[in-house]
């Protein structure tokens, strides 16, 4: 009778476990209020050394400070940042795996794809805007030019022989590239790379002459005069490099755009568990240490909410759209 007892005692716990263990699973908010109780992935879908993956690794760690528990970034490239993203709006909604993502495989890229495996709206949860970053027109230091005037001067000179690197399709490195070439009448040619980081290794080497890319990740190079900075695009000069005119003052105001950064989660994400990560980001946003590292890179910090996201992100396909009419890009695989 007792052995009887021990042994349908036994399969009530293990039946009983089953039913949490499934609950957690179906429903994701059952452990909202202890998340995270595990290693959280912050995946972004570039290689390291751009400003993506840099943004993404100071917000992780950010959190990994605020949780006491590892946030830790998963470099996932490929596909113009259509692979990473894929991953997790295809993953499970329950906090451990979220995406920090530029506006590649979000809103400018998605529209230079053919077929995408996820549907940006329905399959991503936005979290929150995280920043604004301007971006800075580079050249290598062999390149004979030290102003804008004078690299399209060069490049009218050579048509067609000087490259310009971008970190993928459709991204903002590649938009504002093209509107250069368009709008100043040069030829130039366009190599796209699976990331930011990639594309400086590159025209750090000399392989390519040009690149547009965001300021953060391109600072230190410029200061330590391994690039050259010709241009800023933002409105203003950024304080960082008081001497680089912006692309309006060298005669371009429509190459006068930022990059943003943001935070996404797989879709149908519990309203408290999305009320819960909100906090989180906004609050390492708001980490002196952080936003001061952002801020001297050049950024601009939003944290705005998940609704203003998602309005943001709606809106910023639909200048997307006149921006690829305007600069002329095109699919170039």
Known sequence: MHAMFDSAALIQR?????FVGALVSCCPHAYADNFPERPVRIVVANPPGGTADLVGRMIAKKLSEMWKQTAVVDNRAGGAGVIGTDLVAKATPNGYTLLVSAPGPITTGTLLQEKLP???VKDLTPITLLAFTPSVLLVHPTVPAKSVAELIALAK???GKLNYASSGQGNPSHLQGAMLARFAGIDIVHIPYKGGGIALADILGGHVEIFFNAIPAMLPSV???????????????F????DVPTMTEAGFPQIGSTVWYG??????????LLKTLHTEFVGALAAPDLRDALVSGGSDIVGNSPQQFAEFLKKETESARELLKLSGA???F
């Open 239 to 242: 304080a960082g490099l008081p």
């Open 263 to 272: 935070a996404l989660a797989p879709p149908k994400l519990p309203a408290t």
């Open 118 to 120: 996820y549907d940006v």
């Open 157 to 159: 000179s050579k048509p």
């Open 330 to 332: 095109k699919r170039d």
């Open 14 to 18: 293990r039946l009983f476990g089953s």
């Open 223 to 237: 200061q330590a005069n391994r690039l050259r900075a010709l241009a800023v695009t933002s409105p203003r000069r």
